[in-house]
């Protein structure tokens, strides 16, 4: 997309000079005396309207004309940007205006145009003035027509050429083509880094987003030059430097040189490393309140480790954090390094000036069109008439950012004009859209063909409620389902989930394709927030399964229809919690996430147990490795002597569970043949994920290693680590336009004889 054009229209500079200097040249050349007018004629329109011309005009007939009001009506004419020339005839009492207008544009193409989109470019010309319906101002062509090539330039398009034409119309319109020869973009071919002593150019390189050509820079770009690009990446090398001691280090010339052709690049770098330094001590100056050893246990440089930039700098913004927990909205934090290079040693000091403690008067919220505003506020812990505390501010900040109905989220302190212990806080928030409608089919090696139908509404007429409406089928299972989610419930933030559904499975492997497992219900489910991280959740459901006969149904099945009948109710009582402290949903890179949910049905024709526990953890590596762990396990008992209900056994095998090993394929086969799950279930899965060579930090699309371990037994199987299966092998994952994508390749380590193999799988929409 094609940013705006950072210049400002100014049409008729040149045209507003002159008539300024005519009108205070006009009464020593040619004075006219003042006379009333008699009639007023207007000449040399084509396309404007003649109301257009009076209305300008600061005169009427009936009037005096004066050279002061000739020279006003020159002006105003001027000022309306329709006209290239404008002058008053006077003959006797009649006051003659004789215009020339400006040509009109009628249309404007792009020729050649690739690189941007036509729509945004379009638009951004018009917002400039350039548009069609709009008067022809060559000036501002020009502009933009060097704005464009200045934009071709930022994407490495050093070879290409726009040539802007201008073919006139009938009626005084204008044609405007702006013709692009883009050619192909220039490449990097080379960086060199200069004056490293330390460290080798090749462990810096790691540093750089930019990089020569290589491999996999189709996909990631990172062979273009670009000036902001190459200014982030010395500023990671500074900071490297920084955080291993070296205060002192300088980036202290980059040369870009162009090839002749103008397709590829070479960058030149000269550093200057300085004497690493060692900290001795930190000093606290300034006000610190008296609570000087509070704020002394949140220094994290320590005497006798090297001097680290990150720190001094975390440390500060601990400093300015713990003021603003007291009210000190606006303190300052200043490092200063005092420096000794004979010894190559230093004494950081965190000088503070808390300047003085406000209140919050008020809250505004602004941006939100659709969003009401209670929504954004009661996601507020900080509140007004309240001391200002920093720590709230920042954890109501993430309560609003995590309700995903916002693409920005800023909070911004105002001073209050007269109050100088009071300050109004802003909410500035930017809606995205909140609704989706998908209609679509999809292939997995696990289900064959699926197709996929959904209604989402996130925000519900800016209430901050969820509906949705959502229909899946596979081969092996099918679903519709309808829900409806209040999360405030109650002013105290306890929310409310209503789902009403409809499901029919078949075991994999089974023979016959006439039956199915039928289960309609509703559930109501409330979640309590005991803490800003922690949920509880209660809730009741409703099951109905029923059970057809067909020649194909697996013995087990039977079974289940023989005790509980072809159809049977339940009604489970469920209670859960969790906690997620991951970084990030979708790729976490750190964090923490876990989850305990119970159902238990204790009424009904199908009385049971459920449990389901899951815990996942995730730790950032050196060279820009992330480690994840996932494990669960799930335990299933019946109730009232009955065996545990078949329709709720665990499954395993496949993506989520153990890979390499059929979708659902794990646990004891039932008679026919049938893979019916299990009542336990165990999962261990570890990934270690690394970037995929050539695309930086990119985390969309990463690698990754990983090996699982896990099994599901029969209610009264013994678990053992004999009857685990292990498998291991590597994978991709890729954040796609249609979700989450996950590929492996798996090799089954610890397996047994009727095992079902399936060594590549793929999903979309799974973490493990």
Aim: hydrophobic content about 35%.
């Amino acid at each position: 997309m094609l940013p705006a054009f950072p210049f400002v229209p100014q049409r008729h500079a040149v045209a507003t000079a002159v008539v300024v200097a005519m009108a205070v040249a006009a009464p020593s050349a040619r004075a006219v005396e003042a006379f009333v007018i008699q009639d007023i004629r207007v000449e040399g329109l084509q396309r404007s309207d003649p109301g257009t011309v009076f209305s300008a005009l600061p005169f009427r007939i009936g009037d005096t004309y004066t050279d002061e009001k000739g020279a006003a009506a020159l002006r105003a004419l001027f000022a309306t940007g329709l006209f290239k020339d404008v002058r008053i005839e006077v003959e006797g009492r009649i006051a003659t205006v004789i215009v020339e207008e400006r040509a009109i544009v009628a249309n404007i193409s792009f020729v050649g145009l690739k690189e941007f989109d036509k729509d945004p470019l379009t638009k951004s010309l018009r917002d400039n003035g350039i548009g069609e319906g709009l008067p022809f101002d060559r000036a501002l062509v020009d502009r933009a027509e060097q704005e464009i090539k200045r934009q071709y330039l930022s994407r490495s398009l050093y070879g290409a050429e726009v040539v802007t034409t201008i073919t006139p119309l009938e009626r005084n319109r204008v044609n405007v083509t702006f013709t692009m020869t883009e050619g192909d973009a220039a490449k990097i071919s080379d960086i060199r880094i200069v004056g490293t002593k330390a460290f080798s150019p090749s462990t810096l390189m790691e540093l750089f987003e930019l990089s020569p050509t290589g491999w996999f820079s189709w996909y990631s770009k990172n062979d273009r030059y670009s000036r902001s690009k190459l200014s982030a990446d010395l500023e990671k090398v500074r900071s490297y430097y920084l955080n291993r001691g070296y205060l002192e280090f300088a980036v202290e010339s980059t040369q870009v040189t162009i090839s002749p052709d103008k397709q590829s690049v070479a960058i030149a770098i000269t550093v200057r490393e300085g004497q690493p330094y060692t900290v001795t001590g930190v000093r606290l100056e300034g006000d610190y309140l008296g609570k000087e050893e509070e704020f002394r246990s949140l220094v994290l440089l320590r005497p006798g480790q090297p001097y680290r930039g990150d720190a001094v700098t975390a440390t500060g913004k601990r400093f300015t954090e713990l003021f603003g927990q007291y009210g000190y909205a606006f303190a300052r934090i200043e490092p200063r390094p005092e420096v000794d290079r004979a010894t190559g040693q230093v004494v950081v000091v965190f000088a503070a000036e808390p300047q003085r403690r406000v209140y919050v008067r008020r809250i505004d919220v602004a941006g939100n069109n659709r969003t009401r505003d209670e929504v954004v506020r009661r996601e507020f812990r900080q509140l007004e008439s309240a001391w200002y505390d920093g720590t709230l501010i920042k954890l109501s900040k993430e309560r609003v950012d995590r309700l995903s109905y916002f693409k920005e989220v800023e909070v911004e302190t105002e001073e209050v004009p007269g109050a100088p212990d009071q300050v109004d806080l802003v909410v500035r928030v930017e809606e995205k859209p909140t609704g989706s409608l998908l209609v679509g089919a999809g292939y997995s090696n696990a289900e064959k063909f699926t197709f996929t139908a959904s209604v989402k509404q996130e925000n519900a007429f800016g209430s901050g409620n969820y509906l949705g409406l959502e229909v899946n089928t596979g081969r092996n299972s099918r679903t519709l389902v309808v829900s409806t989610v209040d999360p405030y419930f109650t002013v105290d933030g306890i929310s409310r989930a209503i789902d009403v559904f409809y499901r029919t499975s078949r075991p994999l492997n089974s023979l016959g394709d006439e039956y199915s497992l039928t289960t309609p219900g509703a559930s109501l489910r409330f979640g309590v927030p005991f803490s800003e991280y922690d949920t509880v959740f209660f809730g009741i459901g409703i099951e109905r399964t029923e059970i057809g006969t067909s020649t194909g149904i697996p013995l087990s099945y039977l079974n289940y229809r023989a005790l509980y009948g072809a159809n049977s109710n339940a009604f489970p009582l469920t209670i859960g919690w969790q906690r997620d402290g991951r970084d990030s949903l979708i790729v976490p890179s750190a964090g923490r996430y876990q989850r305990v949910n119970l159902e238990w049905a204790a009424f009904g024709d199908v009385r049971y147990t459920r449990t389901n526990l899951q815990y996942q953890e995730y730790w950032s590596l050196p060279l820009r490795l992330t480690l994840g762990l996932n494990a669960e396990f799930g335990y299933g008992k019946g109730l009232g002597g009955k065996p545990f209900p078949i329709f709720k056994n665990f499954n395993g095998g496949g993506l989520g569970t153990v890979r390499a090993f059929e979708q659902g394929s794990l646990g004891v086969t039932d008679p026919t043949g049938a893979y019916i799950g299990g009542a336990k279930r165990l999962n261990i899965n570890s990934e270690v994920y690394f970037p995929v060579p050539g695309t930086g930090n990119d985390r969309s699309l990463r690698i990754f290693l990983f090996n699982d371990i896990g099994n599901v037994w029969r209610e009264g199987e013994k678990m053992d680590t004999k009857s685990l299966r292990i498998s291991a092998g590597l994978g991709l994952s890729w954040i796609s336009p249609v979700g989450p994508l996950k590929l492996s390749w798996g090799y089954p380590i610890q397996v047994q004889r009727n095992d079902r193999i399936q060594r590549f799988q793929f999903q979309i929409g799974t973490a493990f």
